[in-house]
């Protein structure tokens, strides 16, 4: 699968001239580093990612505009590979990663992860040079109307490394499943490990059961982080209380357009403006977790 992917890729970007702006923007990043409660984030400077920062995601707006993730609605020069029948892996235009991919369903269904997670975690399988991610429909997904993971290039986000030299205190197992909660507020960050990824989504099943699921919603506000190494699979649960936070929508100078998702929550802020790169530090960082992330009991 990896390989049929670099393949993918080269053709893609040797055809879609979108796309192979946008990655070769990537080289010229600006990029800085955050300690927050002594914990390091990094935070990434990334006009393109304005598309993704500043949707609207109401349920107007979702029903005036057109699909961007449905077949008929996407570029002509976007290709991809299927996955298990109902899949297509392709390639996103507006990347974060050096490589960065978009799996998206085959039908327009909504955005909902209980029936997707073994499909999640053998992605994270088959994708050993990626890490796979979703994103919950108030959770930063900017097509929460059309079911979608993505995947990104391994080890580019903080946590896939510094959860293991965090405190970490187990509440709760599942066969050869462990739960562990990491000692890094205020992010809250749950960690599913398991050698089996039958035990692994029945863990994350129970997680999921009890969360709580604010009026109206389907599912509990979550973003997920997915990989494999050849022990198991890792799953980082990041559990949500609010969309975005208050300085997404504050005016003037205190405005700072930040919609964090799975990426933010793994340890990347991105800031599509310049001058919010500019002036964010670890007292904005922490604010806006504190805001996000859930700190509760299961």
Same mark, same amino acid.
């Given at each position: 699968?990896?390989?049929?992917?670099?393949?993918?890729?080269?053709?893609?970007?040797?055809?879609?001239?979108?796309?192979?702006?946008?990655?070769?923007?990537?080289?010229?990043?600006?990029?800085? +580093?955050?300690?927050?409660?002594?914990?390091? #984030?990094? $935070?990434?400077? &990334?006009?393109? /990612?304005?598309?993704? !920062? *500043?949707?609207?995601?109401?349920?107007?707006?979702?029903?005036?505009?057109?699909?961007?993730?449905?077949?008929?609605?996407?570029?002509?020069?976007?290709?991809?590979?299927?996955?298990?029948?109902?899949?297509?892996?392709?390639?996103?235009?507006?990347?974060?990663?050096?490589?960065?991919?978009?799996?998206?369903?085959?039908?327009?269904?909504?955005?909902?992860?209980?029936?997707?997670?073994?499909?999640?975690? +053998?992605?994270?399988?088959?994708?050993?040079? #990626?890490? $796979?991610?979703? &994103?919950?429909? /108030?959770?930063?997904? !900017? *097509?929460?109307?059309?079911?979608?993971?993505?995947?990104?290039?391994?080890?580019?986000?903080?946590?896939?490394?510094?959860?293991?030299?965090?405190?970490?205190?187990?509440?709760?197992?599942?066969?050869?499943?462990?739960?562990?909660?990491?000692?890094?507020?205020?992010?809250?960050?749950?960690?599913?490990?398991?050698?089996?990824?039958?035990?692994?989504?029945?863990?994350?099943?129970?997680?999921?059961?009890?969360?709580?699921?604010?009026?109206?919603?389907?599912?509990?506000?979550?973003?997920?982080?997915?990989?494999?190494?050849?022990?198991?699979?890792?799953?980082?649960?990041?559990?949500?209380?609010?969309?975005?936070?208050?300085?997404?929508?504050?005016?003037?100078?205190?405005?700072?357009?930040?919609?964090?998702?799975?990426?933010?929550?793994?340890?990347?802020?991105?800031?599509?403006?310049?001058?919010?790169?500019?002036?964010?530090?670890?007292?904005?960082?922490?604010?806006?977790?504190?805001?996000?992330?859930?700190?509760?009991?299961?």
């Amino acid at each position: 699968m990896n390989e049929n992917i670099r393949l993918l890729t080269e053709q893609q970007l040797a055809t879609w001239e979108t796309a192979r702006r946008n990655y070769e923007a990537l080289a010229h990043v600006q990029l800085k +580093e955050v300690d927050v409660r002594g914990v390091r #984030y990094r $935070v990434q400077f &990334n006009p393109a /990612r304005i598309v993704s !920062s *500043a949707a609207r995601v109401d349920d107007r707006s979702l029903r005036e505009r057109r699909c961007f993730l449905c077949p008929a609605n996407r570029p002509s020069e976007q290709q991809g590979i299927p996955f298990r029948g109902h899949y297509q892996l392709l390639l996103n235009p507006f990347p974060i990663f050096p490589r960065h991919l978009t799996i998206v369903e085959d039908e327009h269904t909504p955005q909902r992860i209980a029936t997707r997670v073994d499909d999640m975690l +053998e992605l994270a399988r088959l994708l050993t040079d #990626y890490t $796979v991610f979703y &994103n919950g429909p /108030r959770c930063g997904a !900017s *097509a929460p109307d059309h079911a979608h993971f993505q995947a990104g290039s391994r080890s580019f986000m903080p946590i896939e490394s510094q959860w293991r030299t965090l405190g970490q205190t187990q509440i709760d197992t599942c066969s050869t499943a462990r739960l562990l909660r990491l000692d890094d507020a205020p992010r809250h960050t749950l960690v599913i490990t398991s050698p089996s990824a039958t035990d692994a989504a029945q863990l994350f099943r129970r997680v999921y059961d009890a969360l709580p699921v604010a009026p109206g919603e389907e599912e509990p506000m979550l973003n997920l982080l997915a990989l494999y190494e050849p022990a198991g699979w890792t799953l980082f649960v990041f559990p949500r209380r609010k969309h975005r936070p208050s300085c997404y929508f504050a005016e003037g100078d205190a405005r700072l357009l930040c919609s964090p998702a799975s990426v933010d929550l793994g340890g990347v802020f991105i800031l599509p403006r310049e001058e919010d790169f500019l002036r964010i530090g670890s007292h904005e960082i922490e604010e806006m977790l504190n805001e996000v992330c859930w700190e509760g009991t299961l």
